[in-house]
Every structure is written in structure tokens, then in C-alpha cells.
């Protein structure tokens, strides 16, 4: 057998979507909301995450559109300029996607070392 196997690693993502199976909202656009509540600002969380303004800014409408509700708010201008705020529904799903990847992680990387494990065996 190869010694590559010993190399092997599970990934896996996690993702909401329609009944007719289109993605909606998945990890990166959660990390994309997180950092947005790092940084206080979308175009700063952009660029902590290498992602552009204007494909960003789209698909964050289109998911907003698909689930009926806003994920940002955006506060304009000022003296102190202006900032991006999370809604309480943002704030509720990246709770979720973090109370999955809590309690789920493990269990799921487990399983796959125990087939990987079975995959070595059988192939001695």
C-alpha cells in the first residue's frame, strides 16, 4: 500500500440549501459574517478573506433574497466614518454552524478514520 494513504485527511463542508438543491449559505460565507463582526466593516472582511467587493456584495443579496431575510446592516458615513453590523438572524446561524461544528466535527473525522483504517487493512 502507499505511503500516501498515511497522508490522507477528511474535508468536508457544510451548507443550507433549497429544496431544489441550490446552495444558499455554507462555512466560507459564515467566516465571511464573522469576519464582518471582527472587523466592523464588510470591505475590511473582504480583505482579511481575499474576496472582492462586488461579487461578495452580490451573492450576500441573493442570499438574503433566498431566505427572506437581511444579514447586514450597513450604517453609513459619520464622523467616525461608517460600519456593517450583523443582524440577529446572522448572529443565530453562524451560532448554528459553529454548535454543529462543535459537536459534530469529531464524531464525523472519527468515521472516517475508522473506514480509512478498514481501507488499510484490506488493502495489505
Not at 32 to 49: F, R
Not at 68 to 76: A, D, E, K, Q, V
Request: contains cysteine; neutral net charge; charged residues 30%.
Amino acid at each position: 500500500m502507499s505511503s500516501k494513504m498515511n497522508h490522507l485527511r477528511l474535508n468536508y463542508k457544510i451548507w443550507l440549501e433549497t429544496s431544489e438543491n441550490v446552495g444558499i449559505l455554507g462555512d466560507k460565507k459564515c467566516e465571511l459574517l464573522k469576519a464582518i463582526d471582527e472587523t466592523g466593516s464588510m470591505n475590511d472582511a473582504m480583505k482579511k478573506l481575499g474576496l472582492t467587493y462586488r461579487k461578495t456584495w452580490d451573492k450576500l443579496r441573493k442570499i438574503e433574497n433566498e431566505l427572506g431575510f437581511t444579514l447586514i446592516h450597513p450604517i453609513r458615513g459619520g464622523v467616525d466614518g461608517g460600519r456593517t453590523d450583523l443582524t440577529l438572524e446572522s448572529r443565530i446561524i453562524i451560532a448554528a454552524f459553529e454548535k454543529f461544528h462543535a459537536e459534530h466535527d469529531a464524531i464525523i473525522r472519527n468515521g472516517f478514520d475508522t473506514i480509512l483504517s478498514e481501507m488499510k487493512q484490506n488493502m495489505t
